[in-house]
């Protein structure tokens, strides 16, 4: 069976999101950095808390 590709294993991101329509586009990216092996961190803007909720 093969192993799925993972380039970004080991690689730590820090996403920051800003307060837009768009911020929910972060959600995405993050997810699939995530799925790619990377760990995410996410820091929100009072601005993207409407938009998107923190976990």
């Known amino acids: 069976m093969l192993q ?12 920051g999101v800003t307060g837009g329509i768009a911020a929910y586009k972060a ?3 993050a ?3 995530t799925r790619l092996g990377a760990t995410v961190d996410t820091i ?4 993207a808390r ?5 976990l």
């Open 4 to 15: 799925p590709r993972r380039p970004w294993q080991g690689r730590r991101i820090v996403l």
């Open 27 to 29: 959600v995405q990216l």
């Open 44 to 47: 929100l803007t009072s601005g």
């Open 31 to 33: 997810r699939n950095l």
């Open 50 to 54: 409407h938009f998107v909720q923190p």
